[in-house]
């Protein structure tokens, strides 16, 4: 349909897999603009959000067709930018009452500057064209939102499933900020945790420690780059903000984590076409997806996301969080022990030994208590044996 | 005036799925409609003017819906009134009939047989209250309060009762275990009937054939039915967009580049972006009425346009056309030049290539038309340029026999009028 002379033109089948994708798009703001950039190995959707967090998201150009991309030099790095607004690409992009039976072939191109960006959609009776105007270009501008490589303190891989589900949980708890809980063990028991604090006060979800979940997970020294073990990284985030990230891990299979020392956050997310096949598999239509595989080179969707800490915790904020982490570890000598969920659990569980320094704490109170609890651990088997006899 | 009504569900599904889908179409436009009951068919309509009656001319944003129902949909039918035809016309409450109808689906899934009788039932009490409210509040004109009414609708539901062993004993020890139980079902609509001058405004509406197109769309269960429905259904997943324009176009043999002589677009064309759907499937159009002598005249949409024409001839009744209401003068005026110098008018269309048919319509009415063609099996789509535009649905219900021959049986059928929203 386009000759060589257009700057850009690509056609593709697989509507479903970049719905997908860009739906990660829409917690980024539904009914902004979004930064495409478009160059020899693909297409990029691009988008920072007050300089906090920014999402870059890749579509190979593997996952296309035919895929003629013409810049005007020869230059392999060339790029075209132009920006469309996210709700309108995704409103053209979903075609959902469709015949199940056919199949939709889209073709997206652009032709450079004061052109707008065009979608058409064609099957064996319809045909569907839709322009959006590409107005006005906001450049993409990430300063502050780059990792710098030299002062990573925190490297971690892990399953995409496991993130997206701790991230459901800590939105529905009430999440308003949370903190990220990282800690190395040499004999690979390592932690990682995000805890959320809210209007319930902190709740603490555990990462699996298993290699297959938790693949890795390395603490740097941010100047000697050595490893380090036992000592945790700590971050704090804008829940809100590192909420975003929910339906890019919810499509994930692999992520990424880094963290530097100025406390950026970076997230590479991998999402393997097969995760969207067989996820797609429960739903009807995912046979259209099985009778035209993808490419074998097609790498998946690649997501970059980048999120900002929000302020420097102060060192009441750091020692509560680390109480909170070590609390549960047995190996921690019970110095400082408040009135608080351990050690309820502990009274709860009934031990008659309660320990001599809680006494001291709670001198009368836990003093009348604990008798009266040994007293009644002792009656209950007689309790409950009694009404078998009747 | 006497209105009895039956129809069985399971006996004649097709012709019950009719009055149902009939009803639940007329449910989603507006909270009232009109049943005009006469002694051949019944008509429902849902028209803005229905709950004013004060003008018939149609407004821009508000579409009329008629529906026909022959009277052999019933299985019996009788209607006697004063008036021409036994002419019976009221106006009632789409949900509270759809709701009758939901519990009578229900009744019939479950495998029961019951006809389901609507009858007329006079209900002096309703009116002492009704009258005395309007003597109350304005002390004036309590004769011209319609009178209400209601539609007594009645079925039977037969419940086995298995009732469990220990409820038997319980029970006494005697009895079967099976019983069956009928279970009566007796509904009162409230009706408004509508007096005479009131019955004669509600007219239907006439298309200005001056620059119609017309479109046989191709069959809902037919080889292109499924992708011609996903066609109009293309437009549903835009969000944010109100009003849509259809665009026919003919092209002239020089354009033979075309597999198709005829174009069907839906156009969006919105500040910052351009939205074109184009159907490539086959279309089976006609132009009225310059290309009339062209064409056999064969259809039934075709004989629907000479129709429409007669009206025309016959009353020339400017105050039935549809209209705008932003521009009401505006557009008054230009139909009644239209009018008077029709001829000049074809004259011109006929000297315009290629002929091109566009009128913008809310993509609410559209969402009503998709729905429509999925119930139905002969649908033609008229547009009548920049004016108004005509979904028009028949469902054919087989023949009869009778001492005359066979004839085929009246068509049910839905004509959904959409006014104009603005100038192409």
Known sequence: MFDQTTLFSASTVHLEHITTALNCLTPFGMKDDVLIIIDKDGLSFARENNRVISIQLYLSKELFISYNYNPPNEDADFHTKLCVKINHILDGISIVSRDKDDVVECTLSYNGEGTPFVLIFEDSVITEKVEYSTYLVRDWDPTGLELEMDAITLECIMKGDVLYSALQDMKEVGCKECYLYARAAADGKHVFALISKGQLGLSKILLPSERSILEKLEVYHPLSHERLYDSPVIGFFDFATFDKMRSSAKIASKVLLRKDIHGLMSVNILSQTDDIIVSDAKKPRAVKNTSLPLSKDYPGIVIDISVLEKIRMDEVDISEIRFLMESGDKSLAPAYNPVDVPEQRKMATGAVALQQDESLLFDKRSASEGPAKGADEEYLPATNDIPLFF | ?424
């Open chain 2, 1 to 424: 005036m006497k209105l009895k009504l039956i129809i069985n569900g399971s006996e004649s599904p097709e012709d019950y799925k009719l009055l149902r889908s009939t009803i639940s179409t007329v449910a989603s436009l507006r909270k009232t409609a009109v049943l005009r009951f006469t002694s051949e068919r019944l008509v429902i309509v849902s028209t803005p003017s229905s709950s004013t009656l004060s003008s018939s001319v149609l407004h821009g944003d508000n579409g009329q819906l008629w529906c026909t129902i022959p009277k052999d949909v019933f299985s019996s039918y009788e209607v006697v009134s004063a008036r021409d035809l036994n002419t019976i016309t009221m106006e009632c409450s789409c949900d509270v009939l759809q709701n009758i109808f939901k519990k009578y689906d229900k009744s019939i899934n479950q495998g029961n047989d019951g006809d389901m009788t609507i009858k007329l039932q006079s209900m002096p009490e309703w009116n002492v209250s009704v009258s005395s409210n309007l003597e109350s509040g304005k002390g004036t004109t309590a004769a011209k309060t319609n009178p209400v009414c209601a539609l007594g609708v009645t079925f039977e539901e037969v419940i086995n009762t298995n009732m469990d062993a220990n409820a038997a004993v319980k029970a006494g020890g005697h009895g079967d275990a099976n019983a069956t139980k009928i279970i009566s079902h007796s509904f009162k609509v409230p009706t408004k009937l509508l007096f005479r001058a009131q019955d004669a405004k509600i007219r239907e509406p006439m298309i200005n054939y001056t620059q119609l197109m017309m479109y046989r769309l191709p069959t809902p269960l037919g080889e292109w039915g499924r992708g011609f429905q996903s066609f109009i259904r293309r437009i549903e997943r835009y969000s944010n967009v109100h009003n849509i324009k259809l665009s026919g176009k003919k092209f002239w043999q020089d354009d033979s580049n075309h597999s198709n002589d005829h174009e069907l677009k839906i156009i969006v064309n919105e500040l910052d972006w351009y939205l074109e759907i184009c159907w490539n499937g086959p279309l089976d159009a006609m132009i009225q009425p310059q290309d009339r002598t062209q064409e056999p005249p064969a259809s039934p949409a075709e004989q629907m346009a000479v129709d429409v024409e007669i009206d025309v001839e016959e009353t020339r009744d400017q105050s039935l056309f549809i209209e705008e209401s932003a521009s009401i003068d505006d557009s008054h005026a230009e139909t009644t030049v239209d009018a008077n110098v029709k001829d000049k008018t074809v004259d011109q269309t006929n000297n315009e290539s290629p002929s091109k048919h566009e009128v913008v319509i809310r993509s609410k009415d559209w969402k009503v038309c998709s729905k429509l063609y999925e119930a139905f099996e002969e649908i033609v789509l008229a547009i009548s340029h920049d004016e108004s535009c005509v979904f028009h649905c028949t469902l054919p219900r087989g023949n009869v026999e009778d001492e005359e021959g066979e004839h085929p049986r009246e068509h049910g059928q839905v004509i959904y009028y959409m006014a104009r929203v603005r100038k192409v």
